[in-house]
T-cell receptor
């Protein structure tokens, strides 16, 4: 079946550091990928829709300059949390859609900012 | 606008007992509905989906759900709970087929007691 790989699975870094998270579709091409944020014991909040070859579409309230998204190829989207601070600590999950199939999710990235 | 409400943030059942997780939706257009499961520190795995075909949908791991338009519900059931079913369950809705943005419910934690 369709596989979405997310890397790294866990990141711990100092405040002010920029962190890049990768989301790859391993056995299919994805023109669209989605980035979610999940706080403890809460649901997934859609942050942005990543579109291959064009700008990402951000949800209301999500800072574009804080969460940079690049979708340079049909199998890779990256989320960069710039100048991360403790309040950015969260679980970030990406998803991608094989042709006309439901979204398949990566295993998530646990980001901890000290 | 679309929304999903999961009744009960926490459900506890005994091993072997019936599992019933409730989901009600609101949608101005025919919805596509999904149930996902999330194990700790992992992404989401699709259990089953409703896409306007059969109203009773069978998924993986013995789960099934019934779409009831009159009740705007899509409750998830399993006849006999296993310890391995303990996880977080999310109901989700989308409007434009399988490929639209997913709107998630708040999630229900399923606890299975021995």
């Amino acid at each position: 079946g369709a596989v979405v790989s997310q890397h790294p699975s866990r990141v711990i870094c100092k405040s002010g550091t920029s962190v890049k998270i990768e989301c790859r579709s391993l056995d299919f091409q994805a023109t669209t990928m989605f980035w979610y944020r999940q706080f403890p014991k809460q649901s997934l909040m859609l942050m942005a829709t990543s579109n291959e070859g064009s700008k990402a579409t951000y949800e209301q309230g999500v800072e574009k300059d804080k969460f940079l998204i690049n979708h340079a190829s049909l199998t890779l989207s990256t989320l960069t949390v710039t100048s991360a601070h403790p309040e950015d600590s969260s679980f970030y999950i990406c998803s991608a859609r094989p042709n006309n199939q439901p979204q398949h999710f990566g295993d998530g990235t646990r980001l901890s900012i000290l | 606008a679309q929304s999903v409400t999961q009744l009960g943030s926490h459900v506890s059942v005994s091993e072997g007992a019936l599992v019933l997780l409730r989901c009600n939706y609101s949608s101005s257009v025919p919805p596509y509905l999904f149930w996902y499961v999330q194990y700790p520190n992992q992404g989401l795995q699709l259990l089953l989906k409703y896409t306007s075909a059969a109203t009773l949908v069978k998924g993986i791991n013995g789960f099934e759900a019934e779409f009831k338009k009159s009740e705007t519900s899509f409750h998830l059931t399993k006849p006999s709970a296993h310890m391995s079913d303990a996880a977080e369950y999310f109901c989700a809705v989308t409007r434009s087929g399988n490929t639209g943005k997913l709107i998630f419910g708040q999630g229900t934690t399923l606890q299975v007691k021995p």
